[in-house]
């Protein structure tokens, strides 16, 4: 069963100016962006409904916002470095590319350590997702949204963690082969990888800092 | 020497069985898995159906032993043979979540989208063939989650397709598995409808822009982006509703909640509302995703079948892409009654009346266009006939549903179940039926049998409204729906003859589909060729070979006209193809 | 068994409100059926006329492009009329039976529970005790402080009684899950939704035995949340209060 | 009637060398507890349920009255009824033959009947419907499987296996469609347990000789237990006194 050979999959489509690739990921986004959205509108609406004495802000919660801020500055970085593994490519200098793009990949794993840490500590002061906030009385879900928030962001950033190690290994032979499909792919994997990134810039200060 | 010529032939074996399994099974053509989708979504939609034939056994026959199936099923399910509440339940949810998320998308997008598509605007295939694989495979993971739930223990989901919190948040571990399942299923939906956008969007053959789209193509885009859009508010829910129900969180939890005399140990703090603004979020778009592919099936057929051009194309598209727009506003109208304020409610209601406008003007255009017309009437025709008016009731009794009044009484009564399946099972059902029996000949190089076609058609079209039609009664006599035994109340008793008429007509309409079934099989089989272009259709499908080759097109199609060009004054048949035909 | 008041069609109204609804129902329904049947009549009439048969052909443009713009715009704005139309009664009979605060009500508590509906009544001091979810005992299922003075001659039945022309409150709550009052000859449907409380308020005008149900799923036993509802002559009314009272047992004490 | 003999003696054949073999030939003790479970203060007000709103079939089995719930009852004596008493330590390691049949449960005229039983780890719940109309039997338990059967008018018995220890407290059930029906059910590992009636008393007899803590429990007040140290063939007494 051979390949079909379908047209704008390496160059663009006249009328859209992007691949197919790029507008499939520009859809997928899109879709993030309403998963997303409906995630921070059950924040605002649960957080309206509790009366607001029930609800601690993130330091009165006991959220690292030090941690925090270094988190966002790694994924800004990360961002930053995926940028630049990208112009690597347009400038034909694989070796940037990959120096680059592997550090991309090492401060999203950094970001899920510092993450992990984060939760261990929570659990240890014993903050689990079913509790409240005791403080004022308990009924809050606060700590219900810390976690499953920033547990839903942590997955996203793996399963960008994860096709980005497949393209640094493997998927770099391309590079041999196919010069601009190869960069095509980077380009979409960092496509997500700021809109992952645009996540967390919200999440922080909506979770830490408000 | 022999051992060696019998290693070579279990070679050469397994290597033709790869080929069937990357042929049949890991297909990545679109017409195959358009094809498998249909076939999975046909046996689903039979299962569906299976389980509201036993339900409508209760509610006729109220705390009678069902016949033959009440003997094998075990005594968590039934009671010497006769249902018990929780089965009857677990079967209404089911029953919902099976005829909507693993019947009738999968059939309207997942089978006649991606076998249609590609060839009505001319592409080899769709743009991404092997996401096209994985959302199909992600389908079936979902669906076999699904029934296989009926095996866990306190038995499947019960709450009712909506799932509404609190209830779901406290149910047995089958509402679990719904949450799992229903994951896979949103997930194949979005690889698809990511699929169908950019297909629509970048591989449209040359010279097809937008306005000389096919109709059903276009209802193909918009529900392409409503998946797309509208999907993600459920899977937030879900996640919500798994938290809620593994990791003890109260997402939809309110403080205070008492369940079963005892002081529940969830601390609250969370709203019951949240699942349903969620939900409804999603299940409104998904009710104009259940209709809109059915809309462009019966368009496509009226088109062909009167040898004249859609009366008003344009401003169908228009409605069309104004109603996916506006789908996105209407969701708290299945909300009225949880105490909103009346601004709130003023607004839904607005939203509602404007919403019902363009679906009035893509009906009206679609009977205006028969004015004028030579109107043939095979198979396909007399479903997408009977669409029109069956659709027509399913909308008007929208009307006093959208509106907050009447809504105060006909809530959650049969009128509403009326009311939807109007719109989804004479409504996009005889839409479905009319697309297979019009590619049919496309996918197989068989005609099937008209007589057959015809007798299927005028009972299904029978029983159909002899289901629904009382329902309407039902409610209107005040009975609520998901009753297990309506007749505890009066309202139920005085109305329980027309329940008996419902489910009479359920199972008279089970047998008409065994016309249809041996149809189906028997025509597989023919030996005589279906013609080419049977219908003397003009859009691009019927200028492929049939069945279409791996490529669809042995060379580009180059578009030159509208879809719809019958009987063009001074042409010199009576329809003109959108491209002439090039190399085949 | 089978009472004859409740067939096919609408049950019986007894309450003040339950006209608008009817009289919205009965000219929505008339509009619809005259709409189905004027469409109904256009597409038999051109499946016979414009049937194929020997000699007849489609015309391709049958409806001329502006008189086709005319009836586009014309559909249009005709829908979109009539269903202002519509919708404007519409809400002139919710701002009827919402907006009005009723004087001298009967304020009657109705407690929501997998699968019954509890009727709470302040009884002879007209004040409710102290409600609470932590006071929700086998003693006391509408979760009164039983400490509380006030809720000592409240009363709990599973039955709900009015009296009649004399406007009734029904404050609604749930301990559990969300179910929804119903009560057809009021032509009443109202969620009870855990966590919340909200208020309805109708008016009977006719006494007589009837039934409330519940009509939103809410388990196994949804379908056997049903609760009498009796509407009492004024004297009936003070009669039952002065039964449910004296079987408190205030008397033996 | 010669079928019937033989079964008896088949019966006896299978049965007899599991008795014999077994340590419990004999009653395991000849020690007794006896006692009554006494209450003092203010009567509390428990109102009486009308059930014939919610469903008529209830209330006609009551010829139509009020029926005052099983929650407290104060006997005429002065003692509690409805207090499950048992040993709550002291028999650990000892195993104890097992009751034949099943521990019954019946839901009549929309209440339960016993209101308070104990039954034996092991031991099979039959719970039975005498009514006229649906009930569901939900069974809240803690540290078994919880279950929630319904069972309509005329059904067999729901047959629930108790697999663990369950009486500290006891296991609630509970039919949610008659939301005033409750009763409550201890699984324990020994035969060594009483449900106080009409005279407030219980007995536990055939007690090994030991140290032991018994335990009372009813619904609304409440454990107390005392300790007893007890030789073969000794009687002693045990008063406890629940105040209101």
Not at chain 1, 8 to 15: A, K, L, S, T, W
Not at chain 1, 75 to 90: D, F, P, Q, R, Y
Not at chain 3, 54 to 68: D, L, Q, R, T
Request: glycine share 10%.
């Amino acid at each position: 069963m051979s390949a079909i050979d379908l047209p704008y999959q390496i160059e663009p489509h006249p009328v859209t100016g992007v691949t197919s690739g790029k507008l499939g990921i520009w859809l997928f986004l899109a879709s993030e962006v309403m998963l997303f959205g409906s995630l921070f509108s059950s924040y605002v609406l649960l957080r309206v409904g509790s009366g607001m004495e029930f609800w601690p802000s993130g330091v009165e919660a006991g959220l690292n916002v030090p941690i925090g801020t270094f988190n966002t500055m790694v994924l800004i970085g990360s961002s930053v470095t995926m940028v630049m593994s990208w112009a690597s490519l347009k400038m034909n200098k694989l070796g940037a590319f990959k120096g680059y793009f592997a550090t991309t990949i090492f401060l999203g794993a950094l970001f899920l350590v510092v993450k992990a840490f984060e939760y261990s500590d929570k659990f240890s002061h014993g903050v689990f997702p079913w509790v409240g906030w005791p403080e004022a009385g308990d009924p809050s879900t606060f700590y219900a949204l810390y976690f499953t928030l920033t547990g839903l962001h942590a997955l996203h950033v793996l399963l960008g963690i994860l096709p980005n190690l497949w393209l640094l290994v493997f998927g770099v032979a391309m590079w041999e082969t196919d010069r601009e499909r190869f960069t095509g792919r980077i380009e979409i994997a960092g496509l997500y990888w700021h809109f992952v990134d645009l996540v967390w810039i919200f999440l922080f200060p909506v979770l830490y800092l408000l | 020497m022999r051992n060696t010529r019998h290693w070579g032939l279990t070679m050469s074996d397994s290597h033709d069985e790869l080929n069937f399994w990357r042929k049949y099974v890991f297909s990545t053509d679109h017409k195959t898995i358009g094809i498998q989708y249909g076939i999975t979504a046909l046996v689903f939609l039979f299962f569906g159906f299976s389980l509201m034939m036993m339900m409508r056994w209760q509610l006729a026959y109220p705390g009678q032993a069902i016949p033959i199936i009440g003997a094998l099923l075990g005594d968590t399910f039934v009671n010497r043979g006769a249902m018990l509440p929780e089965f009857y339940n677990q079967l209404g949810a089911m029953h919902g979540t099976i005829m909507v998320f693993m019947g009738i998308v999968p059939l309207a997008v997942g089978a006649f989208g991606n076998f249609v598509v590609p060839l009505q605007i001319g592409a080899a295939d769709m743009a991404f063939p092997r996401l096209n694989m994985m959302s199909y495979q992600a389908f079936v993971i979902g669906g076999v989650i699904m029934l296989l739930s009926f095996l866990a223990p306190g038995g499947a989901a019960s709450s009712g397709w909506t799932s509404y919190a609190p209830l779901s948040d406290i149910a047995t571990s089958g509402q679990t598995w719904w949450l799992i399942g229903m994951i896979f299923l949103i997930f194949s939906s979005l690889l698809g409808a990511i699929n169908f956008i950019v297909t629509i969007i970048h591989l449209r053959a040359e010279g097809m822009t937008f306005f000389r789209l096919p109709f059903f193509v276009w209802s193909q885009l918009v529900t392409a982006f409503l998946l797309l859009l509208a999907f993600p508010a459920l899977q937030a829910a879900a996640v919500f509703q798994l938290m809620d129900r593994l990791a003890g969180t109260s997402f939809f939890l309110p403080s205070g909640l008492v369940v079963g005399g005892e002081a529940s140990a969830a601390v609250g703090g969370g709203s019951p509302l949240l699942w349903q603004h969620l939900f409804w979020f999603l299940a409104h778009p998904e009710v104009y995703v259940l209709i809109l592919p059915g809309m462009g099936i019966v368009a496509e057929v009226i088109a062909i079948n009167t040898r004249k051009p859609l009366w008003g194309y344009r401003s169908m598209v228009y409605s069309l892409v104004f109603l996916g727009f506006m789908s996105f506003c209407v969701w708290a109208h299945h909300m009225f009654l949880t105490g909103m304020g009346t601004t709130m409610s003023t607004f839904f209601q607005i939203t509602t009346m404007i919403i019902s406008i363009p679906s009035v003007i893509i009906l009206s255009c679609l009977v205006i266009s028969l004015w004028g017309g030579s109107i043939r009437f095979p198979v396909p025709m007399l479903f997408a006939l009977a669409f029109l008016p069956m659709f027509g009731i399913g909308g008007l009794t929208g009307l006093p549903l959208g509106l907050a009044v009447p809504d105060v009484y006909l809530h959650d009564s049969y009128y509403v179940i009326g009311h939807f399946h109007y719109v989804v099972a004479p409504g996009t059902i005889f839409a479905m039926f009319a697309g297979i029996y019009h590619w049919y000949p496309k996918a197989t190089g068989r005609a099937m049998n008209e007589s057959l076609g015809k007798l299927h058609f005028w009972l299904s079209f029978i029983f159909m409204n002899g289901i629904f039609m009382p329902m309407m009664f039902e409610g209107m006599a005040g009975v609520s729906r998901r009753l297990f035994n309506p007749e505890v109340y009066n309202t139920g008793l005085g109305a329980h003859g027309l329940t008996v008429i419902s489910s009479w007509s359920a199972w008279c309409l089970a047998l008409s589909q065994l016309p249809f079934i041996y149809n189906f099989f028997a025509s597989m089989r023919k030996k005589e060729r279906a013609e080419e272009n049977p219908w003397q259709a003009t859009t691009l499908e019927w200028a492929t070979p049939t069945p279409p080759p791996h490529g669809n097109f042995p060379s580009p199609p180059v578009v030159e006209r509208g879809p719809y060009e019958y009987s063009v004054p001074g042409a010199a048949s009576d329809f003109s193809p959108q491209a002439v035909k090039q190399g085949v | 068994m089978k009472d004859p008041q409740y067939g096919w069609w609408l049950p019986p109204d007894v309450s003040t409100n339950g006209w608008v609804v009817d009289q919205l129902l009965a000219i929505i329904h008339w509009f619809m059926l005259a709409l189905f049947v004027g469409w109904g009549i256009f597409i038999i009439y051109c499946l016979l006329r414009f049937r194929a048969r020997e000699g007849h052909s489609a015309v391709y443009e049958p409806i001329k492009a502006a008189f086709s713009k005319w009836l586009e715009v014309g559909v249009a704005v005709a829908e979109g009329v009539v269903l202002v139309a519509l919708a404007m009664p519409a809400w002139a009979a919710i701002k009827n039976i919402t907006a009005e605060v009723p004087e001298n009500p009967v304020i009657i508590r109705a407690v929501a529970e997998q699968f019954k509906w509890l009727f709470h009544y302040s009884g002879k001091d007209g004040v409710f005790g102290a409600i609470g979810s932590e006071f929700i005992s086998t003693d006391s299922p509408a979760g009164v402080d039983p400490d509380d003075e006030a809720g000592y001659d409240d009363f709990w039945v599973y039955g709900l009684h009015i009296p009649v022309d004399r406007p009734v409150i029904t404050r609604l709550s749930s301990k559990d899950v969300i179910h929804s009052f119903k009560i057809p000859v009021m032509r009443l449907t109202q969620d009870a939704i855990p966590g919340l409380e909200i208020a309805v308020w109708y008016q009977a005008t006719d006494t007589g035995k009837f039934q409330v149900g519940c009509a939103q799923l809410c388990g196994l036993g949804h379908y056997e949340m049903k609760a009498d509802f009796v509407i009492h002559s004024p004297e009936g009314y003070q009669a039952w209060l002065d039964e449910e009272h004296a079987a408190l047992g205030f008397d033996d004490e | 009637m010669n079928k019937l003999s033989i079964l008896v003696v088949a019966l006896l054949v299978v049965l007899l060398p599991v008795q014999s073999g077994g340590q419990a030939e004999k009653p395991a003790g000849t020690a007794t507890v006896t006692g009554s479970v006494k209450f003092e203060g203010k009567k509390p007000r428990i109102r009486a349920i009308d059930m014939s709103g919610a469903d008529a079939k209830c209330s006609e089995a009551h010829g139509g009255k009020r029926l005052k719930p099983d929650t407290v009852i104060i006997n005429k004596n002065g003692t509690l009824r409805n207090a499950f008493v048992w040993v709550k330590s002291g028999l650990e390691g000892k195993s104890f033959p097992m009751p034949e049949g099943d521990a019954m449960l019946d839901q009549k005229g929309c209440t339960y009947t016993p209101h308070v039983q104990g039954m034996r780890k092991g031991q099979s719940l039959a719970i039975k419907t005498s009514d006229p109309t649906a009930h569901n039997v939900h069974g809240y338990a803690k540290v078994n499987r919880s279950f929630n059967r319904s069972q309509p008018a005329g059904a067999g018995d729901v047959s629930i296996r108790m697999r663990r220890d369950e009486s500290s407290p006891p296991m609630k059930i509970k039919c949610d469609i008659h939301p005033w029906m409750n009763a409550y059910v201890a699984v324990v590992d020994h035969p060594y347990y009483a449900v106080t009636g009409e005279d407030g008393s219980f007995t536990l007899a055939n007690l090994p000789a030991g140290t032991y803590i018994v335990e009372v429990w009813h619904e609304k007040y409440g454990v107390m237990e005392e300790t007893i140290t007890i030789g073969d063939g000794e009687a002693k007494s045990i008063e406890f006194t629940y105040a209101g």
